[in-house]
């Protein structure tokens, strides 16, 4: 905390501060992060008592933008580019931690590239806290007030408040998001499915028809042509359906994962009645097709083995980052694994190690404390 002298002000704090508000549960259910965060920069100035606040959110690794300003005068602060470094925020984004000053104009703590914009909107003292996650950045929240003074331990934990209800905002709508957008690519695939097995098969026949009828007449029969034109028109048709399939079914690198897993589990569960549950436990880095598929095998060899000899009433695959990869469990409640001589594996099993190990992953398989299995997939993001 930076520690100046100044005319202290000490303010009220709401007692509404340290309570689960009805309007925080209808952050949590938005789907827009930027709307989630605002919709807590709104309520700053009254439970902590500052006179004006914003939120800078990142533009990139190095850098914050500001903006949703509550209770300012002026345009000033809107828009102000922050690199990591310059100003009260920037310091805040280098050391992730609060800070304040009581006067923004004077301080010597802090470098003065914005302080024609604080003097333009008439700022005091401003304190700055960082929104963050399981030290992930979502941005920096600011409280000011327009005349010199010191900030309070109280008005700085309600400010630390807000900044992780808005971090933990912003992680529920990109989650929510993600799923909704995974959600969308299955329906997609699901249409392309059933586009190919309508559509592509009715052009198959009427192509078919058409060559048949076309050898039934007689060669210089004045059909023949025009048959021979609808012939061609039924073959630039599939074409154009397979390339709309392709299309359709191919979703974006961002969800390809999630996409995949979510169909291997429903498959498994049509097969087999087991219910087979997804959860995406954090947000999943972009992999390369390489990763992905080598996931994708290892969990279907792993549900395959489940299917076989696990007995078990459900399966629960989860997909989160760890040591800079990603890594999807796939957890039964089965009989546990069989009894093996020596140390060896299925071949299915050292099959799923050996496509790992080529994309530099590796497979774990652990017995559950209440007697299932365990295979943990692992690959570098």
């Not at 061609?232 to 709309?244: F, I, K, T």
């Amino acid at each position: 905390m930076t520690d100046e002298a100044g005319r202290g002000r000490e303010r009220p704090l709401p007692n509404a501060l340290f309570e689960l508000t009805e309007g925080y549960g209808q952050i949590l259910g938005l789907l827009d992060q930027s709307i989630a965060m605002h919709r807590v920069v709104d309520d700053v100035p009254e439970i902590s008592g500052v006179d004006v606040a914003w939120v800078g959110e990142p533009d990139g690794a190095d850098r914050i933008v500001l903006g949703h300003t509550v209770n300012t005068r002026t345009p000033a602060v809107n828009g102000l580019v922050v690199p990591s470094g310059c100003g009260l925020g920037g310091q805040v984004m280098l050391q992730r931690r609060p800070l304040w000053v009581s006067d923004y104009r004077s301080s010597d703590t802090i470098t003065h590239h914005f302080k024609a914009q604080a003097e333009t909107e008439g700022l005091g003292a401003m304190i700055a806290v960082p929104v963050m996650h399981e030290g992930r950045l979502f941005g920096v929240l600011y409280g000011s007030n327009r005349e010199t003074s010191t900030f309070s331990d109280r008005t700085t934990r309600a400010l630390e408040q807000a900044a992780s209800r808005a971090a933990a905002a912003a992680v529920v709508a990109e989650r929510a998001r993600h799923a909704a957008e995974v959600a969308v690519h299955e329906e997609r695939r699901r249409l392309a499915l059933e586009l190919h097995d309508t559509m592509g098969a009715m052009l198959f026949s009427l192509g078919a028809g058409i060559r048949t009828l076309a050898d039934e007449l007689p060669p210089e029969d004045a059909v023949q042509a025009r048959l021979s034109d609808l012939e061609e028109q039924a073959v630039q048709a599939a074409a154009a359906l397979r390339v709309s399939l392709y299309a359709l079914n191919a979703p974006p690198e961002q969800v390809a994962l999630g996409v995949a897993l979510r169909g291997d589990c429903r498959a498994f569960q049509e097969r087999t009645g087991v219910i087979a549950r997804l959860i995406i436990v954090t947000e999943v880095p972009v992999l390369a097709a390489a990763p992905v598929k080598a996931l994708t095998n290892a969990i279907r060899e792993a549900l395959l083995n489940v299917e076989k000899h696990a007995r078990a009433r459900s399966v629960v695959v989860s997909v989160f980052t760890l040591s800079g990869g990603v890594c999807v469990t796939i957890a039964d409640d089965g009989v546990g694994l069989p009894p093996v001589e020596g140390h060896s594996r299925g071949l299915g099993l050292s099959a799923m190690s050996e496509r790992l190990e080529r994309v530099g992953g590796k497979a774990h398989i652990l017995r559950n404390e209440d007697g299932g299995v365990t295979v943990q997939a692992w690959v570098p993001a």
